[in-house]
């Protein structure tokens, strides 16, 4: 079993910062690409940002230069540094990994994407 914890949402005033956190633990052997979703009420999910095992990123446009996504590969975690908050930033945000898992006691191992609950982020104006 894998399990993906996000934590460090919170009510922050615009223009304030808030960093989450996404800790992945089970039976891991390795772990891919790790991403941020978002959705706010009313709106479809979307990609917020993306880091691969190597460290590349990618983002969304409406954060650019406001959000920094990075990983600690010896602690399985991926984070998401978010300045500049603004109203519309306002959602629940879920990290995804793409978690390759030991199966059985042969060592057997799938790659599997993983989600976890997600942490509210209130941005108030």
């Known amino acids: 079993q894998v399990q993906l914890v996000e934590s460090g949402g919170d009510l922050v005033q615009a223009g304030g910062s808030l960093r989450l956190s996404c800790a992945a633990s089970?039976?891991?052997?390795?772990?891919?690409?790790m991403d941020w979703y978002r959705q706010a009420p009313g709106k479809e999910r979307e990609l917020v940002a993306g880091i691969t095992s190597g460290g590349r990123t990618t983002y969304v446009e409406s954060v650019r230069g406001r959000f920094t996504i990075s990983r600690d590969n010896a602690k399985n975690t991926v984070y998401l540094q978010m300045n500049s908050l603004k109203p519309e930033d306002t959602a629940i945000y879920r990290c995804k990994a793409k978690v390759e898992e030991i199966v059985n006691v042969e060592g057997a191992r799938v790659r599997k994407d993983h989600w976890g609950k997600g942490t509210l982020v209130t941005v108030s104006s």
């Open positions: 089970g039976s891991i052997d390795n772990i891919n690409d």
